[in-house]
């Protein structure tokens, strides 16, 4: 067995894999954001008690980690591999840290994508990171079967665009988009309008698209006011509002997709299926992953990964 760790932007999740499924799971919600004010002692404080209830459940082969648990944000920053990277080179780059009240912990490191030129402002928007997805499309990509380019989408705290083939991760893009959509719900005259996106069911098509052409056309700014606006003036509910602010939080994402390979959404759902809908319509080869399959993909894509550096 395996208990493998899965910290991001706002939660911490040990999970335990017995190589066929998760037997057993918890979580804090603790993670990046809350580092960076307070520093680590409550992320170590918190993964003691989580692995604590972990090795509980039996002896354990290797406890994994991945995402921002192993950057300067995390227990141990561990350097970034450059992209384009071979599969084979994240798996050799497991790190092994061991700490006074954790233990050993065994750390999948992250992939930069760096500029074409010099590392200049001019140069900037060519430049990337990611910690924890690169995981997540290795494990997806045997998972759905997928062979030769794919790129995949993920959709959590950060959008991020990876590509990815064969051989390994090719580069990737990062936006704020799930942080700037939590953040306008949250922060903004909107908090009054809108409800929250976990308690949305299926998204009318109509109400997202349109929020998605508001904003292509007038800007994100102008599309969120008009959030406000539709509740006032035309009476939509609070899940209609967050409907169309949806639409408009996946229109800043769309010049981010490259041509040409398919596409994999995964992630949060109330993004991953009216885009792919939306892709769909507009003649772009794309898939969402199933949601059960995004959940697993930290979990497997570690464990893969640590078992093939062992196998090498």
Not at 196 to 213: E, S, Y
Not at 216 to 231: N, W
């Amino acid at each position: 067995m395996y208990a493998v760790i899965d910290s991001g932007t706002t939660r911490t999740r040990v999970r335990v894999w017995d190589g066929q499924g998760v037997t057993w799971q918890a979580e804090r919600q603790i993670g990046a954001r809350d580092t960076a004010r307070q520093g680590t002692e409550g992320l170590a404080g918190a993964l003691d008690e989580l692995l604590t209830l972990a090795r509980a459940q039996g002896p354990l082969r290797a406890v994994l980690a991945s995402g921002m648990i192993g950057s300067n944000l995390g227990l141990v920053d561990i350097p970034h591999l450059p992209a384009p990277v071979r599969y084979q080179q994240l798996a050799d780059g497991i790190h092994t840290r061991t700490f006074e009240r954790l233990g050993q912990i065994c750390f999948v490191p992250g992939v930069r994508t760096l500029p074409q030129g010099p590392s200049d402002l001019a140069h900037l928007g060519e430049q990337d990171v990611m910690r924890g997805e690169e995981v997540e499309v290795y494990a997806l990509r045997r998972l759905l079967q997928l062979s030769g380019p794919v790129n995949f989408v993920h959709y959590g705290s950060h959008h991020k665009v990876i590509c990815t083939d064969d051989e390994g991760i090719q580069r990737s893009v990062t936006t704020l988009g799930g942080e700037l959509l939590a953040a306008t719900l949250q922060h903004t005259i909107l908090s009054g309008s809108a409800a929250p996106p976990d308690t949305l069911g299926p998204l009318d098509p109509d109400i997202w698209q349109a929020g998605l052409l508001q904003a292509q056309q007038a800007g994100f700014a102008r599309a969120a006011f008009c959030v406000r606006l539709a509740e006032q003036r035309l009476g939509l509910t609070p899940e209609q509002a967050t409907t169309y602010l949806l639409g408009a939080v996946a229109s800043l994402d769309l010049p981010l997709l490259p041509q040409g390979a398919p596409l994999v959404l995964y992630g949060h759902a109330t993004f991953t299926a009216p885009v792919a809908r939306y892709l769909t319509g507009q003649g772009r080869p794309v898939l969402a992953a199933d949601p059960a399959q995004s959940a697993l993909a930290a979990v497997q894509g570690a464990v893969q990964l640590f078992e093939r550096r062992a196998d090498a």
